[in-house]
């Protein structure tokens, strides 16, 4: 066996039987799991107090991948299953990988509740606008107008903005940032995992296989390039006139509020149980 | 006549003395004061999911099961566990399953419906091999039918409601009593054998008051999932050996193992190979297959010199036995066979019952779910042995209509 690399992703990652991977070349989300795995890496975490969930996906299919508790679970449940392992063992430090298609749209009610209830776990959407592993179906987060093998005459739907929803339904930390910001997404990650309450960070990523060529969006490198100069960093947003910010990916931490978190309360409303009841 | 092997027979001497003060409600929710209560049947699941030591539920409400939800929000949180009322039935069972993996004893229930939406985790959970039990309040389908009414319509989709291909452990009980023991045998099952056990309830057990004596905590068995002891690095929560339990480490205790509802090899990790897949789907079945006699619980009532059996399962199998009691007041000899496994069916007990008798009464609130299943064992499918009754207006079927059907055949 070839000696392993000693970069730090390498110490968090499966090596025996789980590479190669299942993505396609030029697909931003090796990248993104480099970022995941180096802010865990700068935060002293002991692994064994990890859990990384996932749904059904290409981006779900990360877990398998690192050297963590985890659990790669139902299409669009992984949130509801987070929310059980998260409410038995509150201090496990519990991780969130998600789609487009699996967070916003089939497990989009638990998203909203979870936010709603504002239970510490990181939510971690990558979202690449298309159903990607069945092949390039319309997500809800496809844009306007943009092709899809189930949209073939341009998708007449809004997207959604994911961010906006979570905001709405109480999420305590709200971020967006794309796969060309592999800094900035390692911060936000250990911003959220640090964040004691509900996080999302929407990270947007190219697809170059089944989105660009139905979009003739180029390769990889084109829609990494679209990202870095599609995109504007949310403090710059003031002081750009209205016409250069239209249709610009807006980066960075969106949201951030304190506000009672769920175990927290519901150690508390136990302690109250316990001393009201008085049985056992 | 329960043979139900979680209890301990000599218990019901226990714990007469009380305090004074304690209000019925008190006395209830105090289960230390072992008193003869008055009890309904989904009262009796709640004392029997916390003596069972389960200490999660997730859950959604749904007529009839509701009271269970209801008795475990304020009762959990005094024992230090969790209840959390989730936004939908699929995210109920998913939490439960999250749960059971770091380590809970969880639980949830619900009724046909909802019953409905959790089978794709219920399917996970026997595929990822997780402790956990399902309570399904059973009421009258199909679709949301009479949410307050009685029927027995779940009875086959418990065993094939969730895709694929997988053995199903399912419990019927037909009193309030029993509803307690079988909650505990349920929980019990669910941690040995590592997998989604279910237990079926009729509404009208459910909201049924009966006198129960709950037995003395230290008479209850309870059964924890055993616990790996090797060191992480030799782990392998999926092995495959003909040894029972297979250990199972929960997150957060070092073993760092992998979860998926993908077809898995024995470290979890999906797998494509045909051997893999086969070893898998193997072990999931032989779990149920080697261990029928662990599994299977059946009532004989009066069947020693029985010419005529009738074969009823819960609510059904209560007007079944006065059937039979009567009958035999009148000089006929019948009896009654009453599975309180339904899954795995009880093929042996059933194929000595067609041995041994000349004709069999299946009495059920459905349009032949448990028929079917011994027609399945009548090795000539044109014997007239078979006398169904059946009835799916939401009306329970009386002694009488079976103790006429037994006069009409003898």
């Known amino acids: 066996m070839p000696a392993i690399p000693q970069k730090i992703i390498h110490e968090y990652l499966r090596h025996d039987k789980k590479f190669p991977h299942v993505w396609c070349a030029g697909c931003s989300n090796g990248i993104v799991l480099g970022s995941i795995i180096r802010a865990i890496a700068g935060m002293n975490l002991d692994r064994n107090d ?117 905001m709405g339904a109480g999420a305590t930390y709200v971020a967006r940032t794309t796969a060309f910001h592999t800094q900035e997404t390692q911060n936000m990650v250990k911003e959220a995992i640090e964040h004691p309450g509900f996080a999302l960070i929407e990270v947007i990523c190219a697809c170059p296989v089944i989105y660009g060529r139905l979009n003739k969006k180029g390769g990889a490198p084109e829609m990494m390039k679209e990202m870095r100069d599609n995109s504007i960093p949310l403090a710059a947003v003031d002081k750009l006139p209205p016409e250069k910010v239209q249709g610009k990916i807006i980066r960075g931490v969106l949201h951030k509020d304190i506000r009672p978190e769920y175990c927290a309360q519901y150690a508390e409303l136990m302690k109250k149980a316990q001393a009201q009841g008085g049985s056992k | 006549m329960s043979n139900s092997e979680t209890i301990n027979p000599n218990t019901t001497m226990n714990n007469e003395s009380k305090t004074s003060s304690t209000t019925k409600v008190e006395e209830l929710q105090n289960l230390k004061g072992r008193k003869t209560v008055l009890m309904q049947g989904n009262e009796a699941v709640a004392y029997g999911a916390l003596d069972a030591g389960c200490n999660f539920f997730a859950g959604y409400p749904i007529t009839p099961s509701t009271e269970i939800a209801e008795i475990l929000a304020a009762e959990l949180p005094k024992r230090g566990g969790v209840f959390i009322q989730m936004e939908d039935e699929l995210g109920s069972i998913c939490a439960v399953i999250g749960a059971s993996l770091a380590g809970a004893k969880a639980l949830t229930a619900t009724s046909g419906p909802g019953f409905s939406l959790m089978q794709e985790g219920i399917g996970f959970a026997r595929s990822a091999e997780t402790p956990c039990v399902v309570v399904d309040v059973q009421r009258v389908g199909p679709s949301t039918g009479m949410p307050t009414s009685c029927a027995q319509g779940d009875i086959q989709q418990s065993r094939w409601g969730t895709h694929g291909d997988s053995p199903a452990i399912v419990l019927y009980p037909d009193s309030v009593k029993e509803s307690y023991e079988l909650t505990i045998r349920a929980i019990n099952l669910s941690e040995k054998y590592r997998t989604c056990v279910i237990l079926l309830l009729d ?15 230290s008479n209850v068995r309870v059964i924890s999932r055993v616990k790996p002891t090797v060191p992480p690095h030799w782990y392998k929560h999926y092995e495959n050996n003909e040894k029972y339990p297979i250990p199972l480490a929960s997150f957060g205790e070092g073993y760092r193992f992998h979860v998926t509802g993908l077809t898995h090899d024995s470290l979890g990790f999906p797998t494509n190979k045909p051997n893999e897949a086969a070893e898998m789907m193997a072990r999931l079945k032989k779990k149920i297959t080697y261990n029928i006699r662990d599994l299977v619980q059946i009532e004989s009532f009066q069947m020693d010199d029985a010419k005529i059996a009738v074969f009823a399962a819960g609510i059904t199998a209560r007007s079944a036995k006065a059937a039979v009691v009567m009958a035999r007041k009148e000089g006929i000899p019948a009896g009654l066979l009453r599975p309180l496994t339904i899954w795995p069916f009880p093929d042996d007990a059933v194929r000595k019952m067609l041995r041994d008798v000349d004709i069999v009464i299946v009495p059920e609130l459905n349009q032949g779910q448990l028929i079917r299943e011994i027609e399945r064992l009548v090795k000539d499918r044109s014997d007239s042995k078979l006398i169904k009754i059946q009835r799916v207006d939401s009306k329970l079927i009386p002694p009488q209509d079976i103790l006429q059907k037994i006069k009409e055949v003898i």
């Open chain 1, 50 to 166: 990890i859990v990384m969930v996932s749904g059904i996906g290409c981006s779900s299919r990360m877990p398998v991948y690192v050297d963590f508790n985890t659990l790669h679970t139902l299409h669009g449940r992984a949130i509801a299953f987070a929310t059980g392992v998260k409410l038995h063992k509150p201090h496990l430090k519990v991780i969130v990988v998600t789609g487009d298609g699996d967070c916003a749209a089939i497990g989009g009610n638990h998203l909203i509740h979870a936010a709603r209830r504002n239970i510490d776990l990181t939510v971690i959407m990558l979202n690449n606008n298309i159903y990607g592993m069945t092949g390039g179906q319309v997500s809800p987060t496809t844009p306007h107008e943009a092709y899809a093998t189930t949209a073939p005459y341009g998708n007449i739907e809004p997207d959604f903005d994911v961010c906006k929803l979570a």
């Open chain 2, 203 to 217: 509404e009208v057990l459910g909201h049924m008051r009966e006198a129960v004596r709950l037995p003395d905590l």
